[in-house]
């Protein structure tokens, strides 16, 4: 059985439940704000696409909406006076267009006629909400003749052309391979009053919610219904977001693809003549399976057991510590070497990972791009937090498990690199991302993303979330955690959670799992790691032996060095074999114990489980009196340049 059939099926079996013999369609998993039904044609020789989209909306809020606003992503490659290309450079993740190329590395999209079903042409103008770059055209407004009550649908029929560009960032082409995304108009989010951080009560009214295209800020959504129609050369193999339906040949050469999605917040898909398609499935714990699609390169088909691998640890790990993966399938696109633009993106269950033919099994950048990648289906569409404006949410915690799984995976300590001796974990490499900046106190993960220190989203929006994440896994231990993170993905998938959302429930779990352990709630933590810019770096300062009234005294001196705050443990060893646990609160700037036991102190460590991973110092934690038998560190200190610019490599991929 071919897997298209399968999908076939599989779409079939979904859309049935067992209420008797009849199929029926399930109860929607989300509200279905947005519809879209889209024909869209692809000229693989102009790099052109011809649409033609059906646009039902329905109004959310209790407001009288006047005018509707759309992002045109596609503009953001315009020219150079975009806003994206103005704060980009013409650059993305080390990828740059392609200036000097003989057809034009640039690309748009048009809206050629908007018009509402049964009424009249729509007229339509740019604007800049976020900083009124008259060149930016990657947003409009549309004002309309007949308002939209509470609870009614609009329908829109929309006609639109497009030029792909030159694949630098995320979407495009690249000779004879297609990746298409952000690539149809598509409707901005209409924020009722009282959700995310708008204040409710009598009088207030909601807003739109549709931000320019900047650098660095990815998508937000609503949840919709997507049929895609989607005509390109017969011998180009197609896939995208949800689920194949049918295909149709024509005389002409070319063959028109359906596919049809539920319930998600974006739809994208691929074209190429060169794919190899290799077909693996997952089988759920709980029954059923999850059918994988890998579009692998020729020249990389020989790593598709790693994807393959990868995929099914990411599909496990986030079904046990998470929730279930409501969909059926999973496609994952492996893009050529010349189209590493669009490398490590993700669409609703459909993903780009991104490799080289010549990377050995010990560099796991295949593996870690697949994972991350796959995490997002859960961070960026069932949870479909804002990353305009808080990046963090999915990023940041899509980092955290990233780290998780790799770490459980393929080894803690050598779970991204195991070469010529060299090991480093996946966590242990956020981590590394973050504490060994020049300066660690170089922002606040939260924020628009537009607005962050210049050069520090990856770091402020990935490595620093995930480490303080992990942080706090070390303060209130893995089980609370995971109840944490499965009560916030339960209550708040479909929902557009925010950070309040996600710190409330961190605020009702902790007190209530640990007592007083830290207070009456844990905002003293996000003030700091979240909201601020608190540095974290504690230090085993001293350790004396002496004898009083005859017996040996130890005191062990710690100091804070860093200006924020986190409750520590100090252990101390002494000669005996016994171990002494010491609770600090981290609050003074130096702390001194004294103890009297029957042995002299031989070594102390402060944090000894490395509960408060922000630590930027690991080093200065521990001393001893004894001599150390442990080697010198010249071995990795050799490879640090080296190391280095593996990261950079995988940065870019992620």
């Known amino acids: 059985?071919?897997?298209?059939?399968?999908?076939?099926?599989?779409?079939?079996?979904?859309?049935?439940?067992?209420?008797?013999?009849?199929?029926?369609?399930?109860?929607?998993?989300?509200?279905?704000?947005?519809?879209?039904?889209?024909?869209?044609?692809?000229?693989?020789?102009?790099?052109k696409l011809t649409g033609r989209e059906t646009l039902t909306w329905r109004n959310p809020s209790n407001d009288v909406i006047r005018e509707l606003q759309f992002h045109l992503y596609l503009n953001a490659f315009r020219d150079e006076k975009s806003t994206f290309m103005r704060e980009s450079g013409g650059q993305l993740r080390g990828t740059q267009i392609d200036r000097n190329a003989k057809e034009s590395p640039y690309g748009s999209i048009d809206v050629l006629s908007m018009k509402v079903r049964g009424g009249n042409a729509l007229a339509y103008q740019f604007f800049q909400p976020d900083d009124r770059n008259r060149d930016d055209r990657t947003v409009i407004r549309v004002p309309?003749?007949?308002?939209?009550?509470?609870?009614?649908?609009?329908?829109?029929?929309?006609?639109?052309?497009a030029k792909l560009p030159k694949i630098f960032a995320r979407t495009g082409y690249s000779r004879d391979y297609f990746l298409v995304?952000?690539?149809?108009?598509?409707?901005?989010?209409?924020?009722?009053?009282?959700?995310?951080?708008?204040?409710?009560?009598?009088?207030?009214?909601?807003?739109?919610?549709?931000?320019?295209?900047?650098?660095?800020?990815?998508?937000?959504?609503?949840?919709?219904?997507?049929?895609?129609?989607?005509?390109?050369?017969?011998?180009?193999?197609?896939?995208?977001?949800?689920?194949?339906?049918?295909?149709?040949?024509?005389?002409?050469?070319?063959?028109?693809?359906?596919?049809?999605?539920?319930?998600?917040?974006?739809?994208?898909?691929?074209?190429?003549?060169?794919?190899?398609?290799?077909?693996?499935?997952?089988?759920?714990?709980?029954?059923?399976?999850?059918?994988?699609?890998?579009?692998?390169?020729?020249?990389?088909?020989?790593?598709?057991?790693?994807?393959s691998h990868a995929a099914k640890a990411a599909l496990s790990y986030f079904d046990k510590h998470l929730g279930k993966y409501p969909f059926p399938n999973l496609t994952i696109v492996d893009p050529p070497f010349h189209a590493e633009g669009s490398a490590g993106m993700e669409y609703p269950t459909f993903i780009t990972a991104g490799?080289?033919?010549?990377?050995?099994?010990?560099?796991?950048?295949?593996?870690?791009?697949?994972?991350?990648?796959?995490?997002?289906?859960?961070?960026?569409?069932?949870?479909?937090?804002?990353?305009?404006?808080?990046?963090?949410?999915?990023?940041?915690?899509?980092?955290y498990y990233?780290?998780?799984?790799?770490?459980?995976?393929?080894?803690?300590?050598?779970?991204?690199?195991?070469?010529?001796?060299?090991?480093?974990?996946?966590?242990?490499?956020?981590?590394?991302?973050?504490?060994?900046?020049?300066?660690?106190?170089?922002?606040?993960?939260?924020?628009?993303?537009?607005?962050?220190?210049?050069?520090?989203?990856?770091?402020?929006?990935?490595?620093?979330?995930?480490?303080?994440?992990?942080?706090?896994?070390?303060?209130?231990?893995?089980?609370?955690?995971?109840?944490?993170?499965?009560?916030y993905f339960i209550r708040w998938r479909f929902k557009h959670p925010n950070a309040d959302n996600f710190i409330a429930i961190v605020n009702e779990i902790v007190p209530k799992r640990l007592g007083n352990k830290y207070g009456a709630d844990m905002n003293w933590f996000f003030d700091q790691v979240l909201y601020g810019d608190k540095v974290i770096d504690y230090e085993l300062h001293s350790i004396r032996n002496r004898q009083r009234n005859g017996k040996p005294q130890a005191t062990v001196t710690v100091q804070r060095k860093?200006?924020?705050?986190?409750?520590?443990?100090?252990?101390?060893?002494?000669?005996?074999?016994?171990?002494?646990?010491?609770?600090?609160?981290?609050?003074?700037?130096?702390?001194?114990?004294?103890?009297?036991?029957?042995s002299e102190a031989v070594w102390a460590t402060i944090d000894p489980q490395q509960k408060i991973y922000m630590d930027t110092d690991f080093n200065n934690n521990s001393l001893t009196l004894a001599p150390s038998s442990a080697p010198a560190a010249k071995f990795a200190a050799k490879f640090l340049f080296w190391i280095e610019n593996w990261m950079q490599w995988l940065a870019w991929l992620a």
Not at 212 to 239: C, L, M, R
Not at 368 to 386: D, K, P, R, S
Not at 565 to 584: A, C, I, R, S, Y
């Open 1 to 47: 059985m071919t897997l298209r059939i399968w999908f076939v099926i599989m779409s079939f079996h979904q859309w049935s439940i067992a209420y008797g013999q009849k199929p029926i369609f399930p109860a929607p998993l989300s509200p279905r704000l947005a519809n879209y039904q889209i024909d869209v044609t692809l000229d693989p020789v102009t790099k």
């Open 562 to 598: 860093g200006d924020g705050q986190m409750p520590v443990e100090v252990l101390v060893h002494f000669k005996n074999g016994k171990d002494v646990t010491l609770l600090w609160d981290g609050k003074a700037r130096q702390q001194t114990f004294t103890l009297t036991e029957k």
């Open 181 to 307: 995304g952000q690539w149809f108009p598509k409707i901005g989010v209409y924020e009722p009053a009282g959700t995310r951080y708008q204040p409710a009560g009598p009088g207030k009214t909601g807003q739109w919610n549709c931000h320019q295209f900047h650098a660095h800020s990815e998508f937000y959504a609503d949840y919709g219904v997507y049929d895609v129609n989607i005509t390109a050369p017969k011998d180009y193999w197609v896939s995208a977001t949800g689920l194949f339906q049918s295909e149709k040949l024509y005389p002409n050469g070319t063959k028109t693809i359906r596919y049809h999605a539920e319930d998600v917040v974006d739809f994208a898909w691929t074209a190429s003549p060169h794919f190899k398609v290799v077909e693996s499935q997952w089988k759920r714990p709980s029954g059923g399976t999850v059918a994988i699609e890998l579009l692998m390169q020729p020249e990389h088909l020989h790593q598709a057991e790693r994807h």
């Open 144 to 161: 309309l003749d007949k308002p939209v009550g509470p609870g009614e649908v609009i329908v829109l029929d929309i006609a639109f052309r």
């Open 402 to 487: 990233e780290g998780r799984i790799m770490d459980e995976t393929y080894g803690v300590r050598s779970s991204q690199i195991d070469l010529f001796g060299y090991r480093m974990g996946d966590l242990e490499s956020s981590r590394d991302s973050y504490v060994h900046q020049d300066n660690p106190a170089l922002g606040t993960s939260f924020g628009n993303t537009w607005q962050l220190p210049e050069d520090q989203y990856g770091v402020l929006t990935y490595s620093k979330t995930a480490t303080w994440m992990r942080t706090l896994e070390g303060l209130v231990g893995r089980r609370v955690m995971d109840e944490i993170m499965q009560t």
């Open 355 to 399: 490799t080289a033919w010549f990377l050995p099994d010990g560099a796991r950048f295949p593996e870690a791009v697949t994972i991350h990648e796959f995490g997002h289906q859960y961070f960026m569409q069932l949870l479909a937090t804002n990353e305009f404006e808080e990046a963090w949410l999915d990023e940041g915690f899509n980092q």
